[in-house]
């Protein structure tokens, strides 16, 4: 990179750091005596277990054991950099730490993003404008899921736009809210340049390897998908080794290949084992289920796309080499996004990126391609601009449930400082997905993917609080192993009586309409 270039990059980030700083800064500025800025303006239920991940941190912890079960866990060497930055946190005013840490992350990783995807896109553009125009499109732009709110409809075949829910499709849903994938996209692209670096050394796949190990540490599926691709580059370079006769690439790419795949083994190795295992992340696997919407909502994701990036592929299959691996990855789409696995849309993960390179390709090969470009680039910029107004006004008015109720905080906080670290807590799912953000507490039930037997237990809890288990409270309370019965507002929506007075529960904490019983071990 030029010095020019290299100014374009920290220019662009400075940017997009001011810009997805702006909903956080105001909303930390909204909180008063009434309210608490929860820290996210999307995915405020995920948000908070990544809080809660970190605050387990700060109480100790170097293994991720969710905190939102009172399942039996062993622990596993996950989301490791939320739980060192809960480390690098301590009382007083925790929360607001954690969320500040947790941006800090955000803003950390949008320039190694951005510089990450530049230099990925050297390898097969030498026009820096082409290189400028994929990664202002690949960090800022989106579908055309907008001509629908445009139209007056919210969703397409009972699902939003693909840029309005999923990071992995697009760039800016991540880069305005969640770091861990920002780095795994950066380090994933880091990875696939070393093992496309034109040099036939073996240095190029330890690097490219080593990079993969790490991205395992942020998000392991995007290790996977790291190996996936750079196999189907393998494979179309042995198609046209056989074809052309031309074997002398395969070679090079393949010892690459094999490098790159080993170094990051034994960790997946230890991934697989302790999935297959541990009976915990055995559940949180089937529990967590996201699935692909339509086909027509990834045409209207990235269809416009589709007339460039068809001229771009013709050039690339000419010329071989590296250009087949972005070629082979966007023809994995389909394969990927519907394969039988419970996170299938989470497989495209930086597709977008290969995508925007083919079309680039492609504009270089029609005339007037500036005046094209800048066409594209009005199309595409649209939905992720409406995702930065839609999260300026999320924290506009505090509310709920990207504000927390004051009350509700301080409770947790009493949990925090007064009951033994580690304690299960009986709370309604809304209470129980909150509290482990503001104390190192485990709930029965607060996350959809993490708590164990979810369908089960939720509407257990229900009848708890609408005094269905009046008879057999005591029972059914130490057969779960419970410490603590938490009763607030969200509770309440059950039955305004309140937990039964029986005699297992002894009042903790009475604070206006909340209260929290110690449950008495017979």
Same mark, same amino acid.
Request: hydrophobic residues 50%; glycine residues 8%.
């Given at each position: 990179?030029?010095?020019?270039?290299?100014r374009? *990059?920290?220019?662009?980030?400075?940017?997009?750091?001011?810009?997805t700083?702006?909903?956080?800064?105001?909303?930390?500025? =909204?909180?008063?005596?009434?309210?608490?800025?929860?820290?996210?303006?999307?995915?405020?239920?995920?948000?908070?277990?990544?809080?809660?991940?970190?605050?387990?941190?700060?109480?100790?912890?170097?293994?991720?054991?969710?905190?939102?079960?009172?399942?039996?866990q062993?622990?596993?060497?996950?989301?490791?950099?939320?739980?060192?930055?809960?480390?690098?946190?301590?009382?007083?005013?925790?929360?607001t730490?954690?969320?500040?840490?947790?941006?800090?992350?955000?803003?950390?990783?949008?320039?190694?993003?951005?510089?990450?995807?530049?230099?990925?896109?050297? /390898?097969?553009?030498?026009?820096?404008?082409?290189?400028?125009?994929?990664?202002?499109?690949?960090?800022?732009?989106?579908?055309?899921?907008?001509?629908?709110?445009?139209?007056?409809?919210?969703?397409?075949?009972?699902?939003?736009?693909?840029?309005?829910?999923?990071?992995?499709?697009?760039?800016?849903?991540?880069?305005?809210?969640?770091?861990?994938?920002?780095?795994?996209?950066?380090?994933?692209?880091?990875?696939l340049?070393?093992?496309?670096?034109?040099?036939?050394?073996?240095?190029?796949?330890?690097?490219?390897?080593?990079?993969?190990?790490?991205?395992?540490?942020?998000?392991?599926?995007?290790?996977?998908?790291?190996?996936?691709?750079?196999?189907?580059?393998?494979?179309a370079?042995?198609?046209?080794?056989?074809? *052309?006769?031309?074997?002398?690439?395969?070679?090079?790419?393949?010892?690459?290949?094999?490098?790159?795949a080993?170094?990051?083994?034994?960790?997946?190795?230890?991934?697989?084992?302790?999935?297959?295992?541990?009976?915990?992340?055995?559940?949180?696997?089937?529990?967590?289920?996201?699935?692909?919407?339509?086909?027509?909502?990834?045409? /209207?994701?990235?269809?416009?796309?589709?007339?460039?990036?068809?001229?771009?592929?013709?050039?690339?299959?000419?010329?071989?080499?590296?250009?087949?691996?972005?070629?082979?990855?966007?023809?994995?789409?389909?394969?990927?996004?519907?394969?039988?696995?419970?996170?299938?849309?989470?497989?495209?993960?930086?597709?977008?990126?290969?995508?925007?390179i083919?079309s680039?390709?492609?504009?270089?090969?029609?005339?007037?391609?500036?005046?094209?470009?800048?066409?594209?680039?009005?199309?595409?910029?649209?939905?992720?601009?409406l995702?930065?107004?839609?999260?300026?006004?999320?924290?506009?008015?505090?509310?709920?449930?990207?504000?927390?109720?004051?009350?509700?905080?301080?409770?947790? =906080?009493?949990?925090?400082?007064?009951?033994?670290?580690?304690?299960?807590?009986?709370?309604s799912?809304r209470?129980?997905?909150?509290?482990?953000?503001?104390?190192?507490?485990?709930?029965?039930?607060?996350?959809?993917?993490?708590?164990?037997?979810?369908?089960?237990? =939720?509407?257990?809890?229900?009848?708890?609080?609408?005094?269905?288990?009046?008879?057999?409270?005591?029972?059914?309370?130490?057969? =779960?192993?419970?410490?603590?019965?938490?009763?607030?507002?969200?509770?309440?929506?059950?039955g305004?009586?309140?937990?039964?007075?029986?005699? *297992?529960?002894?009042?903790?904490?009475?604070?206006?309409?909340?209260?929290?019983?110690?449950? /008495?071990?017979?």
């Amino acid at each position: 990179m030029t010095r020019k270039e290299r100014r374009w *990059c920290w220019f662009f980030s400075a940017a997009l750091l001011m810009l997805t700083s702006l909903p956080y800064a105001i909303g930390l500025l =909204q909180g008063d005596d009434a309210w608490v800025f929860s820290g996210f303006v999307f995915g405020v239920e995920d948000g908070n277990s990544y809080i809660a991940k970190m605050l387990s941190g700060t109480f100790g912890a170097w293994l991720f054991r969710t905190p939102y079960t009172g399942a039996e866990q062993r622990g596993v060497l996950g989301f490791l950099p939320y739980l060192l930055l809960g480390k690098l946190a301590q009382p007083p005013n925790l929360h607001t730490k954690l969320v500040v840490l947790f941006h800090a992350l955000r803003l950390a990783a949008i320039p190694y993003l951005l510089f990450s995807i530049y230099r990925f896109t050297g /390898l097969f553009l030498s026009s820096s404008d082409a290189r400028r125009w994929v990664t202002f499109l690949a960090a800022s732009g989106g579908g055309l899921g907008w001509l629908l709110p445009v139209f007056g409809r919210s969703t397409l075949l009972d699902s939003l736009p693909l840029e309005f829910y999923s990071p992995e499709t697009f760039g800016f849903l991540a880069i305005l809210g969640l770091p861990h994938l920002v780095l795994a996209r950066a380090l994933l692209l880091d990875a696939l340049r070393h093992y496309l670096d034109p040099e036939d050394k073996t240095k190029t796949g330890f690097l490219a390897g080593l990079l993969i190990s790490l991205i395992l540490l942020f998000q392991p599926m995007t290790a996977v998908i790291a190996l996936v691709v750079v196999g189907a580059h393998v494979v179309a370079i042995a198609l046209r080794a056989g074809i *052309c006769r031309e074997g002398s690439p395969l070679i090079a790419y393949l010892r690459r290949a094999t490098i790159t795949a080993i170094l990051p083994l034994p960790l997946l190795a230890l991934y697989a084992y302790s999935f297959l295992r541990d009976p915990f992340l055995a559940t949180w696997t089937a529990q967590n289920l996201l699935a692909s919407p339509h086909p027509l909502l990834y045409a /209207l994701a990235y269809g416009v796309l589709i007339p460039l990036a068809f001229i771009g592929g013709k050039r690339l299959l000419r010329e071989g080499g590296a250009g087949y691996l972005p070629l082979a990855w966007v023809v994995l789409l389909p394969v990927l996004v519907y394969a039988p696995v419970t996170v299938q849309r989470r497989l495209p993960e930086g597709i977008w990126v290969a995508l925007l390179i083919i079309s680039a390709v492609g504009l270089q090969e029609i005339r007037h391609a500036p005046r094209w470009s800048t066409l594209f680039t009005i199309l595409l910029l649209p939905s992720s601009m409406l995702l930065l107004v839609g999260s300026l006004q999320a924290v506009r008015v505090p509310e709920e449930p990207v504000y927390h109720d004051a009350d509700l905080v301080k409770s947790f =906080q009493w949990l925090r400082d007064n009951v033994e670290v580690d304690s299960l807590v009986l709370t309604s799912y809304r209470s129980g997905n909150i509290l482990p953000a503001y104390a190192p507490m485990r709930v029965v039930i607060g996350h959809g993917p993490e708590s164990v037997n979810l369908a089960v237990l =939720q509407p257990q809890v229900a009848w708890f609080y609408e005094g269905g288990f009046e008879e057999s409270t005591c029972a059914w309370l130490e057969e =779960q192993e419970i410490d603590v019965v938490y009763w607030g507002p969200y509770e309440r929506e059950f039955g305004d009586e309140g937990v039964a007075p029986v005699g *297992c529960l002894e009042v903790m904490y009475a604070e206006g309409d909340i209260r929290v019983y110690e449950v /008495l071990v017979p």
